[in-house]
């Protein structure tokens, strides 16, 4: 299956009105689904020796015990798929006993993704086909054989996100 993406127009520095015109790509806007633990499990209970409510149990209880070790200011390695950590940012002060913990305005998740599961462009990877390869298309351009795509545009039109 291969990724459809657009060519969309924008300033090359964002905040810069007079920066020049580049093409950048993005994913086709509504070409990705939204798996849920449900619809996971599913899957695994069809390949696999578990029950699709064993897997949503299981999955519901590692969310819940990854928030109580995050939330401790740990860390949690999963093998193979990466590293959640916690990071956060505060506002400066002036003098070192005003900076306080109500100085801390926001506290951010992180994942830091494992080397086995980090991605590739296929079109660019030195083995293709590789496990780990993603195959993109344009869409409106020809598509590779495991996927299809209609012509809607890639005209270059302005980023209403950016």
């Known amino acids: 299956m291969s990724v459809p993406v657009r060519r969309y127009q924008r300033n090359k520095l964002l905040g810069d009105k007079t920066s020049p015109k580049f093409y950048f790509l993005r994913q086709e806007p509504g070409s990705s689904k ?7 499990a599913q899957d695994i209970e069809a390949s696999g020796a578990l029950s699709a409510e064993d897997v949503t149990h ?3 209880s590692f969310v819940r015990q990854l928030k109580k070790v995050l939330i401790e200011g740990n860390k949690v390695k999963v093998e193979g798929l990466g590293t959640f950590y916690i990071t956060f940012s505060t506002t400066g002060t002036a003098v070192e006993k005003d900076c306080t913990v109500k100085n801390i305005n926001r506290v951010n998740i992180r994942f830091a993704v ?6 590739a462009n296929d079109t660019t990877a030195t083995t ?3 496990a780990n390869n993603v195959s993109f298309y344009i869409k409106g351009e ?11 545009g890639g005209d270059g039109e302005e980023d209403p996100d950016a």
């Open 114 to 119: 494992d080397n086995s599961l980090r991605l």
């Open 142 to 152: 020809t598509a590779p054989s495991s996927g299809g795509g209609s012509d809607d």
């Open 128 to 130: 293709r086909g590789g």
């Open 58 to 60: 299981t999955m519901k």
């Open 34 to 40: 939204v798996s849920t633990i449900e619809s996971i």
